[in-house]
């Protein structure tokens, strides 16, 4: 069993609020990721760090923002919800292999987020 | 371009046959593979890996097998049960996108009494 976790599991929140998505993991992994899933869909990675004071945008735009600043914590902030915000957020972690390899990544269980 | 794909959506079995779920991928340089499952509600969990030097490797009731002259990889789940039922996504490595993984859309497995 990996030992990420994220909260809240389930938010429900009104259009134009600011929200933060809490991620910590405590494997001591440097690399940290955010995906964004639609029910029964595939992965898409919105964000991506290194390590302390690294974060990267992924592949999928997102308007979120994210920050690093211990390894083990890596929070996603909405800061004006809106109703096409509403999805799963996923956050993962993996060792980070600076001369290639696999990095296998572990999820935590994942935040539902509903914007009215 | 590079992309990971499934054969099938969804996938209906009887309890106790066994399950083969597929998965295509483009990119020739990727050198590893992961299979996860995701059950309802839950993050996406690690089942089994391969590297791009191995074709088959077993796990505890899973097979993962890698055909690299076709690019395919597929998971075999021996005497299916109902906690098997999930969807489950293969993911990709090449080395390339800063090393991230790339997954590919998702087969739902449904596994009947």
């Known amino acids: 069993e990996a030992d990420i976790y994220q909260t809240p599991r389930y938010l429900v929140i009104g259009t134009g609020k600011k929200i933060t998505l809490e991620c910590s993991q405590t494997m001591g992994h440097d690399k940290m990721y955010w995906y964004q899933q639609d029910p029964g869909m595939e992965l898409h990675l919105i964000h991506y760090s290194y390590g302390v004071n690294s974060t990267e945008k992924g592949d999928l735009s997102s308007e979120s923002t994210v920050s690093r600043i211990r390894t083990e914590h890596f929070p996603l902030t909405l800061e004006s919800a809106r109703p096409s915000h509403t999805s799963q957020y996923l956050c993962a972690s993996s060792e980070y292999r600076r001369q290639g390899g696999k990095e296998t990544q572990y999820f935590g269980p994942g935040t539902r987020l509903l914007v009215l | 371009g590079e992309s990971v794909g499934l054969h099938l959506p969804t996938l209906s079995v009887q309890e106790g046959d066994n399950s083969i779920i597929n998965c295509a991928y483009s990119n020739s340089a990727s050198d590893y593979f992961i299979w996860y499952k995701q059950e309802s509600g839950k993050g996406p969990q690690f089942i089994i890996d391969?590297?791009?030097?191995?074709d088959k490797r077993q796990g505890q009731r899973v097979t993962v097998l890698l055909n690299k002259t076709v690019k395919h990889l597929s998971l075999q789940i021996a005497a299916t049960q109902p906690g098997d039922s999930a969807v489950y996504f293969c993911?990709?490595?090449?080395?390339?996108?800063?090393?991230?993984?790339?997954f590919g859309k998702g087969t739902k497995l449904s596994v009947k009494p």
């Open positions: 391969i590297r791009s030097n191995m």
């Open positions: 993911a990709e490595n090449y080395g390339g996108s800063q090393g991230n993984l790339i």
